[in-house]
Structure formats: C-alpha cells, structure tokens
C-alpha cells in the first residue's frame, strides 16, 4: 500500500512521488521510524486501512530526493504551513477514496527579510486624518456659505472706496507728469572743447608735481647738488616725452584702432630704482568694417606702463573702461636683447577680446600681428628710452 505525493518545486514541473515502505527504504530511512508509529486515537478511521505517518516525513523525503537544504525552504502540505515538531493529524489515507489518497506538497523558499511593521505603520497613518483651516464650504447658523459671507463684505468694502474716488475726482489719483530738463544744462562729453583746456591744464599740473617730486628726492640725496641749465631743460624734455607720447599705437590705419585723445592721470618718478610709471587715457576710434558693430566705434582704455631702465624693460597693461559689453585686455613687456650693440627689443604680448562672439579669437590674432608690425615699424620706444638712460647716467655722474 503506498501514498502518492504531488510535489510542486518554485521552478520546475510538478512530480509525483509514491510513498511507501519500500520507496522508503531506497532513500536510505527505515520505515519503522515514520511509517509504522501510530499516534490516533483508536477510534480513528485512519486504523481500518493504513496507520498515520509523522509530518517529518515530507521534510526528509523532498529534500532527500532534490538535494536541498533544509533551512533554505520551507513546505505547504494541502496548503496548510507543516510543522517538523508536531504530527499531522489532518493526513489520513483511505483505500477506498483514492481523490484523499493524493497530498499536495509545495515548496517554497524562504526569503530574507526584516522584523515586519510595516503594514501596522500604514494603518496608523491612514486612521491619521490631516486637518485643513479652510472653512469657506460650511455653514454659519443662518445657513449661510461662509464664502459667501466673506465675498460680500469685500464687495461692499470696494463699493464704499468707489464712492469715495467719485467724490473727490479723477485727479488725485493721475500721476503727476515728468518735468522737461531746462535748457540750462548741458551734455558734458569728450569732444568738447572747454572739458579738453580743462584736461590739458590739469596734465600741466601732474607734470609741475612730477618735476618737484623729483627735485625733493634728489634733494634729499645731496644738498649740495645743483643741476646745470643743460641737464634741467634735458630732464624736462625727458619727462614730457613719457608723458605725452604713450606707449600705445598712434598711427591711424584702416584696421588699427585710431587714438585720438590722450589723458595723462598720474606719473611717478623713482630715482633709486631708475623707473618711472605713468596711468593714461587713452580715447579709442574702433574701425573694424566686416563686423555688424559698424565703423568708427568709440572706446575709452586704461594703460599702467613703467619704464625699468636697469633692466631695460618697458611693461604696460591695458584694459577697456565702457562700454561694458565689449571686454578689451591687453598685456605686454619689451625687453632689450641680451646680445651686445644690439637694440632690438623682444616683446611678449597678451591679447583678450570679448563681445564679437565668433570674431573673439580671429580679432585676438589679427590684433597681435598688427600691434607687432606697428612696433617693429616705430622708433619711439627705443629713441625715449636711450633719452632716459643718458639722463639719468650724466646725472649720477655729475654728483
């Protein structure tokens, strides 16, 4: 007399397993031990046919037959959780019912998981009801929306304002009208002529600080000292070619920016370290013609130069002013070559231009083989800088 099993495995097909003493005993257990022992009562009808069976068998069975381990899965016998410590009662085998004769087993495999809560936290949140101030649905106890209530009090509000604007008119509430400018003032610009005799003077007067800035420092150095009428009028002309001349690009060209004005702010002499640095202004007529700017585009410069004559350099940096969104920056040096009776000078120049979009790095080229060819062309700097120089060495030569 056997039993059959119907095993349903999580992935595979369903097997069906006799389970009798000698199927038993092919698997390596004694039937003995959970076959033959028999824990019903004796008025159970399981006794007319074939004796009850420990739930333990199933365990050994399903994981003797697929090699599985015991606390990785875990077995539904008819749909009902099994136990290994307790006895199934509820498994009887019949002889004459052969539909009780079939037990479904189904394994399942345990899974990994935490202490659980979860749904408890859900249910407590749910029962937690938010609550809201709004009270413009209900009812007053006139039977009133108290929206209502509240829209007809504005209503009346506003009404009680707009009798009180009919009253008094439409003029107190016009804004009053933007005076004219008088004809009085007047636009005060570059170009005109009494703002540059006002320029002029004042370089005047930066030249007049510069000379006696000087005379104080030689005078501090030797009160004997005197400067001879050659020296003087050759130091004067010294100082007005640094002030004047600008160490920027002069000539006019169709390409080239045009200077047409020159503002000296400020000029510093120092005699110990032989330099002299200078600020200017310098008034820009831009002409670049394949751009969507236009011709003749004027910008305002910023230049800090200095004159290092031991060691025979020139470094100036500019930078635009207005208008802001055209971005300018230039940055230079010009040294004296180190081979001997030779007065070229090896320059380095940094250009940055922003506001053209794709024309940024095209004109930053362009600009730099410009500047280079202007220079190589002009004696200027050389010719200011030997000037210097001589100055400076009959001076100390005289004291």
Request: aromatic share 10%; proline share 4%; charged share 30%.
């Amino acid at each position: 007399m056997s039993t059959n099993l119907l095993i349903d495995l999580p992935s595979g097909p369903s097997e069906c397993f006799q389970l009798s003493s000698e199927s038993l005993k092919l698997l390596g257990f004694n039937p003995e031990d959970l076959l033959y022992k028999h824990y019903c009562s004796p008025e159970d009808h399981c006794r007319a046919s074939y004796p009850c069976f420990k739930s333990d068998v199933f365990n050994r069975v399903v994981s003797k037959l697929y090699n599985v381990n015991l606390e990785k899965f875990y077995l539904l016998i008819n749909g009902k959780l099994n136990n290994k410590k307790e006895n199934n009662k509820n498994l009887n085998l019949d002889n004459n019912s052969n539909p009780k004769d079939f037990i479904n087993v189904t394994v399942l495999y345990k899974l990994l998981g935490g202490k659980g809560g979860f749904g408890k936290i859900l249910k407590t949140q749910a029962s937690k009801k938010r609550q809201s101030n709004n009270l413009d649905s209900c009812r007053n106890l006139q039977g009133q929306r108290i929206r209502n209530v509240r829209l007809s009090s504005q209503m009346d509000k506003w009404k009680e304002s707009e009798s009180v604007r009919e009253k008094l008119g439409d003029d107190i509430y016009k804004l009053p009208k933007k005076e004219k400018p008088s004809e009085n003032i007047k636009s005060v610009n570059f170009c005109d002529p009494k703002y540059v005799e006002t320029v002029k003077k004042e370089v005047s007067k930066v030249k007049e600080t510069v000379l006696r800035g000087f005379d104080k420092k030689l005078e501090k150095e030797s009160e004997n000292f005197k400067l001879c009428e050659e020296l003087e009028s050759k130091r004067s002309t010294l100082i007005d070619t640094c002030l004047d001349c600008g160490f920027w690009r002069k000539s006019p060209s169709k390409y080239l920016p045009y200077i047409k004005n020159v503002y000296t702010i400020s000029a510093t002499v120092n005699t110990d370290q032989k330099s002299l640095k200078v600020n200017r202004i310098y008034h820009v007529m831009f002409n670049f013609p394949y751009l969507i700017i236009g011709n003749n585009q004027e910008y305002y410069l910023l230049e800090e130069s200095i004159v290092d004559l031991d060691k025979r350099k020139l470094s100036y940096n500019i930078r635009g002013l207005s208008p802001d969104y055209y971005i300018y920056s230039e940055s230079s040096s010009f040294k004296e070559s180190s081979n001997p009776g030779v007065t070229d000078f090896s320059s380095s120049i940094d250009i940055k231009i922003r506001g053209f979009g794709i024309m940024n790095l095209p004109l930053e080229k362009f600009c730099k083989n410009a500047i280079f060819e202007s220079i190589s062309r002009s004696n200027d700097f050389n010719a200011m800088v030997e000037s210097i120089s001589s100055s400076l060495s009959e001076s100390h030569v005289k004291t």
